[in-house]
Nanobody, 122 residues
């Protein structure tokens, strides 16, 4: 089993920044791709960003490319999402998820955190 706990969400004005963190425990963290998804009210859960086992490869959704940065620290079992130039449309619950291999589909993931709310005011 893999346990994930997100933190760092909050309320921020448009143009501001937030950094989300995800603490991972359980099995060997470095064996898992780590991915951030988000879900706005009434909408499906969408892919945001993913990072490979050693951090050498990252992929971003077009909507966040150039504004968000995903990173990981395998020594600390942590994954981060640095969010800059936030927009009201970034408002959502943000989830981290773990999977042995890369996928952008939330249905492929077995391990999820509880989510952290990000609200961007205009």
């Amino acid at each position: 089993q893999v346990q994930l706990v997100e933190s760092g969400g909050g309320l921020v004005q448009a143009g501001g920044s937030l950094t989300l963190s995800c603490a991972v425990s359980g099995r060997t963290f470095s064996n898992y791709y780590m991915t951030w998804f988000r879900q706005a009210p009434g909408k499906e859960r969408d892919f945001v960003a993913t990072i490979s086992w050693n951090g050498g490869s990252t992929i971003y959704a077009d909507s966040v490319k150039g504004r968000f940065t995903i990173s990981r620290d395998n020594a600390k079992n942590m994954v981060y999402l640095q969010m800059n130039s936030l927009k009201p449309e970034d408002t959502a619950v943000y989830f981290c998820a773990a999977r042995r291999y890369s996928s952008g589909r939330p249905t492929d993931y077995d391990y999820w955190g509880q989510g952290t709310q990000v609200t961007v005011s205009s």
